[in-house]
């Protein structure tokens, strides 16, 4: 299985804050990286697929970048609504396989 | 619009086997192309990819699970079950069928778009 390591597993940042989340692939995934959002007791919502592609509806200020094993997710001006717990998880190949999760919290 | 619903028991015992089932509108589950994944998310922690399933049957499961796990097609009910065998305590999660939207090449690719809303399964001892 491709193992994926999410870092930091938490955070605190202030609104308004630029919040990056790096993800990294135990071998390489090529661009099949999507990041999804959870707030407490919410379905998971895709935020970006395929490395930096914005799922429709989502906010500009969300925007994903890398590629092979390397991956961030930047929130660049973070919003009360955007405190929750964020997930990357690679689709390269099953078993498809998600990181351990990075919660950000207010400061 | 695409949904769909998880339903199922929310309280089983140990080694009883799971039975969910995963009710679609929108879409077709034996159109071309149509995947539904199953994931589960013990409380307190991260998500658990489980399973995906195609309209062609060609079904991928968890390595670690996969002995525990079947995941079949009810195309007149326009449903997808999903059966998991000797329940344990360490099961207990919430449980999401999801619709897989493809991107790339290759036909297991793609990207979980939209989610049902969840079953809370608790296991007994």
């Known amino acids: 299985d491709i193992q994926m390591t999410q870092s930091p597993s938490s955070l605190s940042a202030s609104v308004g804050d630029r919040v990056t989340i790096t993800c990294r692939a135990s071998?390489?995934?090529?661009?099949?990286l999507n990041w999804y959002q959870q707030k407490p007791g919410t379905v998971p919502k895709v935020l970006i697929y395929?490395?930096?592609s914005l799922q429709s509806g989502v906010p500009s200020r969300f925007s994903g970048s890398g590629s092979g094993t390397d991956f961030t997710l930047t929130i660049s001006s973070l919003q009360p609504e955007d405190f929750a717990t964020y997930y990357c998880?690679?689709?390269?190949?099953?078993?498809?396989?998600f990181g351990q999760g990075t919660k950000v919290e207010i400061k | 619009q695409i949904t769909l619903k998880e339903s199922g028991p929310t309280l089983v015992k140990a080694t009883e086997t799971l039975m969910l089932t995963c009710s679609l509108s929108?879409?077709?589950?034996?159109?071309?192309?149509?995947?539904v994944g199953w994931i589960r998310q013990p409380p307190g922690e991260a998500l658990e990819w489980l399973a995906l399933?195609?309209?062609?049957?060609?079904?991928r499961y968890s390595p670690s699970l996969k002995s525990r796990l079947t995941s079949t097609k009810d195309t007149s009910k326009n449903q997808v079950v999903l059966l998991m065998t000797n329940m344990d305590p360490v099961d207990t999660a919430t449980y999401y069928c999801?619709?897989?939207?493809?991107?790339?090449?290759?036909?297991?690719?793609?990207?979980?778009?939209?989610w049902g809303q969840g079953i809370m399964v608790t296991v007994s001892s």
């Open positions: 999801a619709h897989r939207k493809f991107y790339g090449s290759g036909s297991y690719k793609g990207v979980f778009d939209i």
């Open positions: 929108g879409i077709s589950i034996s159109t071309r192309g149509v995947g």
């Open positions: 399933v195609y309209w062609d049957d060609d079904n």
């Open positions: 071998q390489t995934i090529s661009n099949y």
């Open positions: 395929a490395t930096s």
């Open positions: 998880q690679q689709s390269f190949t099953t078993p498809w396989t």
